[in-house]
């Protein structure tokens, strides 16, 4: 036995490698595999369909990659701090590398399978139960291919040590607020959410151990929505964003929240991790100054038109006929001080923020802080 005056000094020791190793867990992770769409889409949509125009990739990439944005995604920022190489898109067929996980995001996805096809609705074909199943079938691969030595596939072990990502929901809530307003979309978001769960559920029986679920954002903030959503003056609130929208998505983020308080419930072998990010995009959107930016309604690529720089007939990057006047939506000259990037999307600079605040403290539940870095 110890001495007692030895016993406090070591027990402190043991409790402090204990939570250094609690603090570093995130560098355990081999692998991500994530679903979504096009705010993590790392260039799924681009292998299926045409290539995202510049200038989208210009601040990092330098050119076109897949991304909707001027440069890294939040999936990528969460990468760079597990300390694995950006996720390669399911659906790109040459010079993928699924070593270390795969992502089966593509953009306009949706929760909900689409009622109608792509080139009718402009939704993608890839919604969530189809990802689960590109998921299953690449499992069932990884496990028949890994004794034949195959170079670009993970061990099969690979699938408990990975952090699950999930980020959709968006489309499906702003397609049905265009389409069938606030009163329409209420009736949908326990579909949506039970969607989500029931994925997670799916891939904890694949082996899938540590979920990372991010909310919604406030779309009520962007300048998309504040230009095709219908509202009063009444109901723009002291920052620019849209009150009733904002509102509806805190009701669908608070029954999120509790949907996945009850999952955990239910897999006690698995961490079910809510992340906030709405919470973070809302302060930068309201109070971008405070975070080193400057524009939070205000999109960096557009056309010039408007209080937004939003026009729904000229996307990012694509030259059009209009009225008889040839529009043009290009790209500011400084990303790095706008929150949103094309009306729809983020910037870089705003989603690299963003997760180093879910990855910190005080947006996630339970706590998850990843500090490998």
């Not at 890994?146 to 397609?175: E, M």
């Not at 529009?327 to 706008?338: E, I, N, Q, V």
Request: hydrophobic fraction near 35%; charge should be positive; proline fraction near 6%.
């Amino acid at each position: 036995m110890f001495p007692r005056n030895l016993m406090v000094p070591n027990l402190l020791v043991m409790v402090a490698i204990l939570l250094a190793r609690l603090c570093d867990a995130g560098c355990d992770y081999e692998a991500i595999f994530n679903f979504g769409d096009s705010n993590s889409d790392t260039g799924g949509f681009w292998w299926a369909f045409p290539e995202t125009p510049s200038p989208n990739g210009m601040t990092y990439f330098k050119h076109p990659v897949g991304r909707a944005s001027d440069g890294r995604l939040m999936i990528d920022f969460i990468a760079e701090r597990i300390g694995v190489p950006y996720v390669s898109p399911y659906l790109k067929s040459i010079g993928s590398d699924y070593r270390h996980g795969a992502n089966f995001a593509t953009y306009a996805s949706t929760a909900l399978i689409p009622e109608t096809c792509f080139f009718v609705s402009g939704l993608s074909p890839f919604a969530l139960p189809i990802q689960l199943n590109q998921m299953k079938h690449f499992k069932a691969q990884v496990d028949k291919l890994h004794s034949k030595g195959s170079s670009n596939l993970p061990p099969p072990h690979i699938f408990g040590k990975s952090l699950y990502t999930i980020y959709i929901g968006q489309n499906d809530f702003t397609s049905n607020l265009v389409k069938n307003g606030i009163n329409g979309v209420k009736k949908t978001l326990p579909k949506i959410i039970s969607q989500i769960t029931s994925t997670i559920k799916e891939l904890h029986g694949l082996g899938g151990r540590t979920f990372l679920v991010q909310n919604l954002a406030p779309i009520g903030c962007y300048p998309a929505f504040l230009v095709l959503l219908p509202h009063s003056e009444n109901d723009i609130d002291e920052f620019g964003c849209l009150i009733s929208y904002n509102k509806v998505v805190v009701e669908y983020n608070n029954m999120l929240h509790e949907a996945l308080i009850q999952t955990r419930k239910q897999l006690l072998d698995a961490k079910v991790i809510y992340a906030d990010s709405h919470k973070a995009l809302l302060e930068l959107c309201q109070h971008p100054t405070s975070h080193g930016l400057k524009y939070g309604t205000l999109a960096c690529c557009g056309n010039g038109g408007g209080s937004y720089n939003f026009n729904p007939k000229v996307f990012c990057g694509k030259n059009k006929a209009v009225n008889g006047q040839n529009l043009t939506a290009s790209a500011c000259s400084d990303p790095g001080k706008y929150v949103s990037w094309d009306g729809i999307h983020v910037t870089e600079a705003a989603s690299k923020i963003v997760v180093d605040k879910i990855l910190g403290s005080g947006f996630t539940t339970p706590p998850f802080e990843i500090r490998c870095s």
